[in-house]
């Protein structure tokens, strides 16, 4: 490319791309579109489902933009007059996730998904787009959105809930928000409880310890008919406001619901930049989505340690760091690019990850003795896989609930994240 060419084409893409003035563009309510994510192994086609106005946005009104590039999809938010991008963000499904199991090599299934974005003033373009193989994206769906039609609808559960933590503004905190699920009605006291601890557990753990005061922290009294969650393995079905299951992909310990349509609209009586649900059941296990939510058990003694666990996944695009677990995935990752978790690569590109972190004095690779125990590097494991993929430290948070917490990398990525919704 040419000299001026080169010029012109940076000087279009940050008009493109600038942080407008929130003002310009939003209310302060939310917009939430909901869709329906099909296919299979090799495709994907994404169907819209409803829209609804929610009657607040939690998140910043500074930084509209993303800047990370995490996850498999993404979504931005186009002025329709001007065709620049107002708002951006990625994310995950559980339908991408099953696209790599060994039942989507032969059947056709379909996932319920949601994305929310401030609500705009005028007209705009939703782009969807899915991210390949090769790891760049392409569009998967587009439809233009005036606010003003009335098939948007505004309709919001009316359900109890309190503020647990205030630090004040949604729009400068990072506001969580606690659904119940397997609580009944009087079970109500018990779900605080338990939030509470969990809440307390996740602000004694750095980097949160450290950025407790950039937090709020909501509750909503989810209450369901029947204590507990359904274990398809052992047969046992209950009546829950979230619809959550064991045995999600089969797999024993993954704690999923995908009832996303019940979970958004029980959040969305809050201000909320993330989704956490506490599932009322002694079972081990759990499960966490990037920008989608965080769900675990109380009642086990590994509960909380679960919790930060799955948290790190749906806050920070985590990505898992062990290696020598079964699970149901197949060739999750493309070792011939970058993974776009931060706590992971493939050293195709490791100048971007934590390259830049390492002591020179480190190999890298870094063999896995115990002379590196306690040393940040390039381990090589993590993503499900012993061969190929490399991990910061030999346990991390992210590994094992044996390790003491979150490696220099994954603390990192967190508090990235929070500055970046809270400025």
């Excluded at 869709?35 to 994907?44: E, K, L, P, S, W």
């Excluded at 606010?147 to 505004?154: A, E, L, S």
């Amino acid at each position: 490319m040419k000299p001026v060419s080169l010029f012109l084409f940076l000087i279009l893409s940050c008009i493109s791309y600038s942080q407008g003035t929130y003002q310009e563009y939003f209310t302060d309510q939310c917009m939430r579109v909901d869709f329906i994510f099909g296919g299979n192994a090799d495709t994907d086609i994404v169907f819209l489902e409803q829209i609804k106005k929610e009657p607040f946005w939690g998140g910043s009104k500074a930084l509209l933009i993303d800047s990370f590039n995490y996850g498999e999809y993404k979504f931005e938010i186009i002025d329709s007059a001007t065709t620049q991008v107002i708002f951006s963000r990625g994310f995950c499904t559980l339908f991408e996730e099953w696209q790599t199991t060994t039942e989507a090599q032969s059947i056709d299934r379909s996932y319920y998904q949601t994305i929310t974005f401030p609500y705009p003033l005028k007209p705009v373009i939703l782009k969807v787009y899915s991210r390949k193989w090769e790891g760049d994206f392409e569009v998967k769906f587009e439809t233009r959105i005036h606010p003003d039609n009335y098939f948007i609808n505004p309709e919001i559960k009316s359900i109890p809930y309190k503020k647990l933590v205030d630090n004040g503004d949604p729009a400068k905190n990072v506001d969580l928000v606690f659904l119940a699920e397997g609580y009944t009605e009087s079970e109500m006291a018990k779900f605080e409880s338990d939030a509470q601890r969990m809440v307390n557990y996740l602000f004694s753990q750095e980097p949160f310890k450290s950025n407790a005061n950039k937090f709020n922290v909501w509750l909503v009294n989810s209450a369901s008919e029947e204590s507990g969650t359904d274990m398809p393995g052992s047969k046992i079905y209950k009546k829950t406001a979230l619809n959550s299951n064991f045995y999600t992909f089969d797999s024993e310990r993954y704690l999923t619901t995908t009832d996303v349509k019940s979970v958004r609209d029980y959040a969305g009586v809050v201000p909320y930049d993330d989704i956490c649900i506490l599932v009322n059941s002694s079972k081990y296990g759990g499960g966490g989505v990037y920008n989608h939510y965080a769900i675990s058990t109380v009642n086990h003694v590994l509960s909380e340690k679960v919790f930060i666990h799955e948290f790190g996944h749906s806050f920070a695009g985590l990505g898992d760091e062990y290696y020598n677990s079964s699970t149901s995935y197949n060739d999750f990752y493309n070792l011939a690019v970058e993974p776009w978790q931060p706590n992971l690569t493939t050293m195709t590109n490791f100048d971007i990850k934590w390259s830049s972190m390492i002591n020179k004095e480190i190999p890298v690779p870094t063999p896995r003795g115990s002379e590196y125990e306690n040393v940040l590097g390039a381990f090589e494991g993590g993503g499900y896989v012993n061969k190929g993929i490399y991990s910061p430290m030999m346990d991390c948070r992210m590994k094992s609930n044996e390790a003491k917490g979150f490696c220099p990398v994954c603390s990192k990525a967190i508090i990235d994240m929070i500055q970046f919704k809270t400025e």
